[in-house]
């Protein structure tokens, strides 16, 4: 499908603790509902890329929501970010972000995961049945989360270049293996110092030793962020791969439940 096949739209989110902005993409067709898929942004933000991924996915027959996670802060955009972003050259822009991601506590992050269902689930845009997940960086704990937080609401769950997924902290989001029913899978960036070996390995000892039906592997090659095309970590090769292993995932968890 091409993108004039897809329609994108801002919408507003009501969460016991406000309102969080999003961007709504689904397909362009008679308003015939499709299902759901819950889009975690990575640490830059709900910005144009983000929203050329959802369309993306969208165009493949799913009514995708992005929400600012981080909404707390302010409606998006929350930090000036350059068309490309490189990290190394404007140190700054972490600097600004890293304060905004520490705010966004396990609990109240949850407490928005269950809005954003709730509004999924209402949509009619949205088929009935349990959602897919996926998520970038940041996100990818916020999906692993939201899989063990609601579990009849969630039939897969993916999770790309994750940041800290299974820590020694007593409220790491590995930690939530147990009440996980979805099918995940995680893609690992093999130059990543936000999620080492050990740490890969402990995430996945954690969902077998739960039983949950998983599949991990490590991009060779791939740095932390090589899903996103407006950065300097962007891989081409590896971004494709992603879009390979999600679209497979969604395609077999989303067709059967829905």
Known sequence: ????????????????????????????????????????????GLRPHLKKMADRLAAAGYTVLVPNVMYR????????????????DRPEIFQKIRPLMESLTPDAAMRDAGAYLDWLAASPLTGDGPVGVTGYCMGAALALRTAGTHPDRVAAAAGFHGAYLATEAPDSPHLVAE??????????ADQDATNPPEQIDRLDKALTAAGVRHRTEVYAGARHGFTQADTAMHSAEAAERHWTALLDLLGRTLRTAA
């Open 1 to 44: 499908m091409t993108a004039a096949a897809v329609t994108g739209s801002p919408v507003d989110i009501p969460t016991p603790d406000g309102t969080a902005d999003a961007y709504l993409a689904r397909p362009l067709d008679d308003s015939a509902p499709h299902p759901g898929v819950l889009f975690y942004m990575d640490a830059f």
């Open 73 to 88: 802060n302010g409606r998006a955009p929350l930090v000036d970010l350059p068309e490309f972003i490189n990290p190394a």
């Open 179 to 188: 009440h996980v029913t979805a099918e995940l899978y995680f893609g690992h």
